[in-house]
């Protein structure tokens, strides 16, 4: 069975900081890992994606998450915190057998001014 | 434009009350779901389905039931809807069956049962 755990429901930091939302998974097999944003009042929209190929995944608005095997993470960042940053951050795996996505808990992003 | 519509957005009903909740996509994708989201839980998959016909049950399955009659639509049912199923619903779809394929996400359907 895959678990998610995201480390810290709300994340507050300042404009112009780095930004840094972890998450650790658990998986009996190779995983695929996402990372998904939440707007205040709006769906789930795709921040980026592994899929087993550059262990450093880039994704839109200048966010980043690299995939560490040997510590099951996948952590997203960012260099420069902006306002429009602030939201609610999900973690999910899926394993290759279907599409299933198993979610974190969520962190909620403030950024600060 | 590619979408996930759901409807209604917002709704508030009493027990026992049956509902049902439309998703629809324009995307011809073969996978649809549904999730809901409670604070904390982040999203919890209830149903899923490969292809017309293919329904399965996800995580937290008790309660709901689901259709797939056209590729497009994905209908959640709740037949005797309770308090405990107050929370906000999304309904998801992707292109291909496989772990790797994107899942794109409606707005989401907040519940409300009384």
């Known amino acids: 069975a895959q678990s998610v755990t995201q480390l810290g429901s709300h994340v507050s930091v300042s404009e112009g900081a780095l930004v840094l939302l972890r998450c650790n998974y658990s998986s009996s097999v190779p995983p695929y890992l996402f990372w998904y944003v939440q707007y205040p009042n709006q769906g789930l929209q795709l921040l980026l994606k592994y899929t087993s190929a550059a262990t450093l995944v880039k994704g839109i608005n200048g966010f980043e998450a690299e995939f560490k095997k040997s510590e099951t993470s996948f952590h997203l960042t960012k260099p420069s915190a902006h306002m429009s940053d602030a939201a609610e951050y999900f973690c999910?795996?899926?394993?290759?057998?279907?599409?299933?996505?198993?979610f974190g808990g969520g962190t909620r992003l403030m950024v600060k001014p | 434009e590619a979408q996930v519509t759901q409807n209604p957005r917002y709704l508030i009903t009493v027990t026992g009350k049956k509902l049902t909740v439309t998703c629809s996509q324009n995307m011809n994708h073969e996978y649809m779901s549904w999730y809901r989201q409670d604070p904390g839980l982040g999203l919890r998959q209830i149903y899923y389905?490969?292809?017309?016909?293919?329904?399965d049950k996800g995580d937290v399955p008790e309660g709901y039931k689901v259709s797939r009659k056209e590729k497009r639509n994905f209908p959640l049912i709740l037949e005797s809807p309770s308090p405990n199923q107050t929370s906000l619903y999304f309904c998801?779809?992707?292109?291909?069956?496989?772990?790797?394929?994107?899942?794109?996400f409606g707005p989401g359907t907040r519940l409300t049962v009384t």
């Open positions: 999910a795996v899926s394993e290759n057998a279907g599409n299933m996505l198993t």
């Open positions: 998801a779809s992707s292109l291909f069956v496989g772990g790797a394929s994107e899942q794109y």
């Open positions: 389905s490969m292809n017309v016909e293919v329904t």
